[in-house]
Structure formats: structure tokens, C-alpha cells
């Protein structure tokens, strides 16, 4: 969860910057072949003597690990691709320890809380056994993967027709296999003791990966992190700013209504006295309409208190504008109309909130019927002649630069998006034309292989023949023929 949650974007965006360089120096390196089995470099050794002569070799094709070793040029090869993967591991590795802040808040921070909780369980363990598991999150499970398969993962860009090559792939997991070795200090034995030349350069490589851990590790508290504490909600003048759904909305509140004897089980839990208050579930609509309602009336008292001042809403709704209030009114409505006029047909909005062909008075009359509305709601109250109404409007007006900030931002994401989605959408559409490119050379090929062979004058038609030899998958995959079968594997 944790892992998935950090590969979003702001966590994917952290693992492009540490790999992709690398991963695409590996990628345009089209001589570099890492092979570290004896019996894979035998083989490729046969197949390329065979390739250049145009003879079977005398070689035996199926040998031993043991056997493929006991040749100098198998050696020679392998000694070559431990230094070839030595050398690319080292600038995964230098991409990597360099980049600890990069690496997101989170993944630090619940690196940190798996070290001292482990600890804390197990407080005779070493610390290097607890680094093993901070290296299992930080590398295995976070990195390792995006470097096995960087075009899955979103670490490069790969256009239709320029998949990763057999060549590609391999020396990618080899690098990935040497990784995670060092990562966890776990050296090559047995089966794999034709690599023991390698385990000194683990060792060394574990070293640096030990200080990277302890160093992601070496995080600064939530508190200090985030500048809070237990009286923060006390003293803070900017309430947070939460976005949720009115249907979010009905849901808790919900769930507070079905479990709140479990969630508050003292009889004078204030959380009791607030249910109560707010009464049964409303359906998403009601609440909607009197969000919608409450905001249009904001917008008419606006428009009135601007001509007409007075002490108190009532007042003013109650008394008769003069017909001075009323002409100043009309010419601003008139300058609104022209103004409206101008914007784009696109930004319209569909039904206008406010009707400005309404007189003053129309608004008034407007307001009143919406108060009473809102009244009945419970979202205003009469009795304080609407004053908690007038003191969200003056709230509204200060907050209005802060609002105007946040739009200007929210409009460079909206941009930033923009320019994002067409650049994929230019990706996607030359993948489309290679795809369909490939289907059309599909069909031609069909079509040329079955057409007919015909003599002059023979009204016979006789489909030419084809002397056939016969190999097995297995064989043709060893020499380089078959590079992969659709949903299999090659030991398949």
C-alpha cells in the first residue's frame, strides 16, 4: 500500500529523476550484452562460430555449467560481462545514494517508523538486520521494480514498434539482480559460484547502500515536518482547507448516525449533541439546492446593500429605494450586460446565477423569498436580523484576493495538464499510425502468400512448392531466430 500510494505522481516523478538517465544510457548502448550464465555464454559463443563459418560447430551444443568453464573463450566472455555489469551497476548505484532527497516525505518517513519499530520489537538485533528490511521497502520493493521494467512503470517513454529488446531486458534485470544483492549483503554461492569474483564488489557496494538507508532514515518528525503540534488547531487564524463531496458529506455523517454509540460511547460525548442538532440524513439533493440557494442570495444582497446602505438587512429590505438608488442600479446592470457580452461562449455559464433584468426592488422582493426558503432549512436565522448572513459576505469580500491567488494557481496546474494531455495525445497517435501500419503490412504479406503460381496457357493453377525443415522452438530461440513467444516463457 504504502509503495503504490508513492508511485503515484508525485512519488513517480521522484523515481524518473533518479533512473532515467541511466536506464536510457543502458537502452542506447546497443553493443552492451551482459551474460553471466557460462552455459548461455557457451551457446552464444557456438552460435556465433557457426554464424561465421556456415558449419556446424564440432562443439557439443548442451553442456554443463562446469564443462562451459573448462574454455578460456567462456571465460574470457564471462570475466568481460562481470565488468561490463560492475561498471553499470556502479552508475545505478552513484544515481541512486545521491538522490535520498529526492526520494518522497512518506517513503522516508515510514522508513524511519519500520527502523525504530523493529527495534523496538527486537532490540537484540543488529542494525545492519534492520536495514536489510528498510532496504526491502526503500529498494526492492520501490526501486527494483521500475528498473526491470522502466517501460511499464512510466520511467521512460516507449513509441509502438520500440519495445525493449530480449538484449535490453537482460542486462536491465542482470543489473537489478546485483542490486538487490548488495542491497541486502547477500552473496553469490553455490549454483552461482562462477560469480564469487563478484562478492568483494558486493560487500563494498552493500557499505554505501547501508549509509543511503541510515540517511533516508534520518528524517525530521511529523511535527517538525508539517510545523504542528497538539495546540496548532488552537492558535491557527487560516482554517485548513478540505475537498469533499456533498455526498462525502451524507455518507460520514452516516456513518457517524449508524455507529455512534461504538465511535462515542459516553452519553456526554459532544459528538451525541451535534448528531441530534443536525437531525436525520438529507439526500444530496436538498443539500444542493441549499448550497445553491444560499449562494444566489448572497449574490442578490450584494447587488442591493452596493445602492442602497442601511444599518440592518431588514431595514433595507423592508424600505423603498429612491428612484436615484434605482437609476444608479440600472446603469450598473447595463455596464454588467455589456460586460458579460464579451466573455467567451464557451465560459457562459449554462443558466445565469443572478437575473439582472430584475429591478432593485425585484431583488428584494427576490431576497425575501429565498430568506424564508433558507429559513426553513436552517441555514439563516431571522431573530439576529440575518447578521450571520451579512458577516459571511464581508467574509467572502476580505477572502477574495486569497481566492482570486488560488484560481491563478489552480489555471497553471489546469495548463501544465494541458500541455501534458497533448503530448500524450500526440504519443498515442503516432503509436496508432505505427500499429496500423504493422496491420497493413500483416494483410499484404497474407495476401502475397496466397497468391497461386501459374504456367501460360495451363488453366491449372498449382500452388508452388516448398522444401521444409523442421526445429524445434527451443533450438531456433538458442540461435537468435525466435526472439519470443506470445505468453510464453523461454524455459517454456
Known sequence: MVVSFHRGARGQNALRQILAPVVKEIMDDKTLNIKTDPVDIYKSWVNQMETQTGEASK????????????HEEVRTRLEASIKNMKTITDKFLSAIIVSVDKIPYGMRFISKVLKDTLHEKFPDSTEDELLKIVGNLLYYRYMNPAIVAPDAFDIIEVSAGG?????QRRNLGSVAKMLQHAASNKMFLGDNAHLNPINEYLSASYQKFRRFFLSACDVPSLEDKFNVDQYSDLVTVTKPVIYISI?????????????????????????????????????????????TLLLNTKRLIVDVIRFQPGETLTEILDSTASPEQEAEYQRAMQ????????????????????????????????IKSNL???????????????QDLINDISKDIRNQRRYRQRRKAELVKLQ???????????????QIDSYNQYIKTCM???????????????????????VSQKYTASRLHEKGVLISIEDLQPNQ
Open 163 to 167: 519495445q525493449l529488446t530480449t538484449e
Open 444 to 466: 499484404d504479406n497474407l495476401a502475397s502468400k496466397g497468391k497461386v503460381s501459374k504456367k501460360p496457357g495451363d488453366n491449372k493453377t498449382k500452388k508452388s512448392k516448398q
Open 372 to 386: 424564508q426558503r433558507l429559513a426553513e432549512l436552517g441555514k439563516v436565522h431571522p431573530e439576529n436580523r440575518y
Open 416 to 430: 501544465q495538464t494541458n500541455t501534458a494531455l497533448n503530448s500524450k495525445t500526440k504519443f498515442y497517435n503516432v
Open 247 to 291: 455526498g462525502e458529506i451524507i455518507n460520514t455523517h452516516t456513518l457517524l448516525l449508524d455507529h455512534q454509540d461504538a465511535i462515542a460511547p459516553e452519553h456526554n460525548d459532544p459528538i451525541h449533541e451535534l448528531l441530534e442538532d443536525l437531525g436525520e440524513v438529507p439526500t444530496a439533493n436538498v443539500e444542493m439546492d441549499a448550497k
Open 59 to 70: 562443439l557439443p551444443y548442451d553442456v554443463t555449467p562446469e564443462q562451459a568453464m573448462a
Open 335 to 366: 455596464r454588467r450586460a455589456i460586460r458579460d457580452a464579451k466573455t467567451p461562449e464557451k465560459m457562459k455559464q449554462v443558466k445565469p446565477v443572478v437575473d439582472d433584468s430584475l429591478t432593485l426592488q425585484g431583488k428584494k422582493d427576490k
